[in-house]
């Protein structure tokens, strides 16, 4: 039974959640494995709509186990949270599984995130605020506290100690805000390590049995292909992989144990935060697509900027993340633009640039050079078959289909589940 990783394609909020949802009807397991609760995943199933920040969409089903994986940074208090909001709407989450090996994010973590970006002023990142990237920094510094410490009281305490006598100085002295006391911090999160104690295990055995076990089992990526700290438009990124290697070293598996790599992108391009944007469009079309297409960030409620599709950075998405297939989502939101565009490369200083590049000055200052394609008017939300599909979007995906080198797997018409079709 396959592995499958889904992973955003673009700079995030592609519909990895309404993905993951569809693949895990009949699934085994679903692993988030990267990221924390920066994320906002959306499931829409009839009159139902579900917001998952740390939770692995498969929640939704009785029979999947939803994964939360070494690779991840937790706010214990926000997925306790999740998980009481999911209970009081009659979903039981106790399938949850968590790793023991993933990190914390700690209350110094959050407000080191709010005056790190406070301090960049205008060349902050825009971060969601929730403590990620501080986390992510303890982690790899090696200062950072994890799951299974909260079972260890006595080195809780002590790591803690030792990590707040250092950040203490930085938040009072760099940035002149109040220090934090050690004893608070170790009762609330020793009160969440009794609560959470029946989820924690060795998700990584987990994942492994339910792999040779030919379990299906799907990994739930967060963010995206440009938001990762290695291939992403850096500094203005996340602090983890989420491309397809992120589910390796974020789930403790092997390369050989993917199957597939299902790429997540919209028909579209949309951003939150900082950073360059080759298509951006800050006219009425841009207006247009955040308003139909209701681009406002799941998390932080924040407008997403928006643009015409990039080929240039799709395929390196599909170079970087080995993706196999690809979800076009949203392609609903095109209808009715008399005509539409694709980026198949930019131009800077004389030189054409074909494939994403290397130098990320060339990413400010170029010009996309798009190709014009005829649009549709009617409302293609009730379409679930590309036969039914107008010939204008139909010749669309196949362009983009020939563009990116790899099949378009799956296309969405809505937020709905039903919403779907796999045009094969
Ligand atoms: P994720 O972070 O990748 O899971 O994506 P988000 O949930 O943050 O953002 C995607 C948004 O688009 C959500 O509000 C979804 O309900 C919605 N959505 C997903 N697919 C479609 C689609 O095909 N058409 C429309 N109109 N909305 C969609
Ligand atoms: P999903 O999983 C879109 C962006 C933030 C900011 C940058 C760094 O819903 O696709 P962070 O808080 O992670 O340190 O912020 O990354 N960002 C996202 N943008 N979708 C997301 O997640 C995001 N998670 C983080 O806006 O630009
Ligand atoms: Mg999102």
């Known amino acids: ?90 979903i039981d989450p106790d399938n949850l599984r968590l790793s023991g090996n ?93 609560t959470l104690a029946p989820y924690v295990t060795d998700t990584s055995l987990l994942v492994w049995n339910a792999i040779k076990g030919n379990q299906t089992v799907v990994f739930e990526g967060a963010q995206g292909t440009l938001l990762d700290i290695d291939h992403g438009t850096y ?64 998390v932080t409620g924040r407008r997403r900027r928006c643009g015409w599709l990039d080929m240039v950075a799709l395929r390196y998405a599909v170079r970087v993340g080995g993706i196999t297939e690809l979800a076009i989502m949203k392609l609903d939101v095109l209808s009715g633009f008399g005509s539409v565009r694709i980026a198949t490369s930019y131009e800077a200083g004389g030189e054409r640039y074909d494939d994403f590049p290397r130098q990320q000055r060339v990413l400010y200052g170029c010009t996309p050079i798009y190709e014009d394609h005829a649009g549709w008017d009617e409302d293609i939300s009730g379409v679930r078959s590309l036969d039914d599909l107008p010939k204008a979007a139909r010749d669309y995906l196949a362009r983009i289909e020939e563009l990116a080198g790899v099949p378009v797997s799956m296309v969405s018409v809505g937020p709905d589940r039903e919403a779907t079709f796999l045009p094969a």
């Not at 998980?83 to 009659?90: D, E, F, N, V």
């Not at 260890?152 to 940035?175: C, F, H, M, Q, T």
Request: include cysteine; charge should be negative; glycine fraction near 14%.
């Open 102 to 194: 993933a990190h914390l994010i700690m209350p110094y973590h959050r407000k080191l995130d709010a005056v790190k970006e406070r301090y960049l002023g205008r060349n902050q990142i825009g971060t969601t605020k929730r403590g990620i990237g501080p986390a992510y920094t303890d982690k790899y510094s090696r200062q950072g506290i994890r799951v299974q410490d909260l079972y260890d009281p006595g080195i809780l305490a002590s790591k803690l100690e030792d990590v707040l006598n250092e950040k203490n100085l930085i938040l009072s002295r760099i940035y002149n805000t109040l220090p934090m006391d050690p004893e608070p911090i170790v009762e609330e999160y020793l009160g969440y390590a009794e």
């Open 235 to 298: 500094p203005f990124v996340t602090s983890s992989n989420p491309v397809a290697g992120g589910a390796l070293t974020g789930a403790g598996i092997g390369p050989r144990d993917i199957d597939r790599v299902l790429g997540i992108a919209k028909a579209y391009i949309t951003r939150v935060g900082t950073g360059p944007f080759p298509t951006e469009l800050d006219d009425e079309i841009g207006e247009r697509m955040v308003e139909i297409g209701g681009e406002f960030g799941t």
């Open 1 to 90: 039974m396959p592995a499958t990783v889904v992973i955003g394609a673009q700079w995030g909020d592609e519909g990895k959640g309404k993905v993951a949802n569809l693949l895990a009807q009949g699934a085994d397991v679903v692993v988030r494995y990267q990221g924390g609760n920066n994320a906002g995943h959306t499931i829409v199933i009839g009159s139902e709509k579900f917001a998952l920040s740390l939770v692995p969409s498969g929640v939704i089903y009785p029979t999947v186990t939803p994964v939360i994986g070494n690779g991840c940074v937790v706010d214990p208090k926000v997925l306790l949270d999740e998980m009481a909001t999911l209970r009081g709407r009659g």
